[in-house]
């Protein structure tokens, strides 16, 4: 079973930056890097959205509420995702968490992340 920890979270203002770090841990081999891993958010009342994705060679692909604002990266080596947040809006406010889009694994705690006017 592999799990993440997600960090990196805050509070910030409308047009801030934050960048989101995920580390998987557990029994991964080269489970981490053969899989896509997403970044995931659900803000209060919502249900839990897919919002980036990185494939296991690099090429990602993002919601059409963050493109051109979030940016998604991964480090193989180091079995680590990261979220590069620009431009953030109120909308934005959110629990964020880390996953394997084609093979779920247990959510961790994520990372909280609340956007003020």
């Known amino acids: 079973q592999i799990q993440f920890v997600e960090s990196g979270g805050g509070l910030v203002q409308a047009g801030g930056s934050l960048r989101l770090s995920c580390q998987a841990s557990?029994?991964?081999?080269?489970?981490?890097?053969?899989?896509?891993v997403g970044w995931y958010r659900q803000a209060p009342g919502k249900e839990r959205e897919l919002v980036a994705r990185?494939?296991?060679?690099?090429?990602?692909h993002y919601a059409d509420s963050v493109q051109d604002r979030f940016i998604i990266s991964r480090d193989n080596t180091k079995n680590t995702a990261s979220l590069q947040m620009n431009n953030l809006r109120i909308e934005d406010t959110a629990v964020y968490y880390c996953?394997?889009?084609?093979?779920?694994?247990?959510w961790g705690q994520g990372t909280q992340v609340t956007v003020s006017s």
């Open positions: 990185i494939s296991r060679s690099g090429g990602t």
């Open positions: 557990g029994r991964i081999l080269n489970f981490f890097r053969a899989n896509a």
């Open positions: 996953n394997f889009p084609l093979a779920l694994t247990s």
